[in-house]
Nanobody, 123 residues
Framework: VQLVESGGSFVQSGGSLTLSCVVSGFSFDTYDIAWFRQAPGKERRSVAF???????KYYEDFAKGRFTIRSDRKNTVYLQMTNLKPEDTAIYYC??????????????????WGQGTQVTVSS
């Protein structure tokens, strides 16, 4: 199993960014996918969750209305982010685990991780 994120960048407050996570070694039908983020000095926390098998998506409160998680149902998961704020600055990671995870926000529940991609939002 492999996950490779890309798309992180420097963006001004109010801007938009789309992150990609290319996966291999498993099917979206049997694995759930999530995006997490980790800001400097803080714990890794969940952002959004996707289960194609159950057609389910979950978002943390700070992500609702601004972020969208979706997949191409083949090998790529996206996190579309709009109206970005300085507090969104973090390394963003995609994670995968065999379903069902029921939207678990606990990083320890997720088995496979990408290397992360840096998002920096200036004020």
């Amino acid at each position: 199993v492999q996950l490779v994120e890309s798309g992180g960048s420097f963006v001004q407050s109010g801007g938009s960014l789309t992150l990609s996570c290319v996966v291999s070694g498993f099917s979206f039908d049997t694995y759930d996918i999530a995006w997490f983020r980790q800001a400097p000095g803080k714990e890794r926390r969940s952002v959004a969750f996707l289960s194609e098998g159950d057609n389910t998506k979950y978002y943390e409160d700070f992500a609702k209305g601004r972020f969208t998680i979706r997949s191409d149902r083949k090998n790529t998961v996206y996190l579309q982010m709009t109206n970005l704020k300085p507090e969104d600055t973090a390394i963003y990671y995609c994670a995968a685990a065999e379903a069902p995870l029921y939207g678990s926000p606990k990083a320890s529940d997720w088995t496979f991780w990408g290397q992360g991609t840096q998002v920096t939002v200036s004020s």
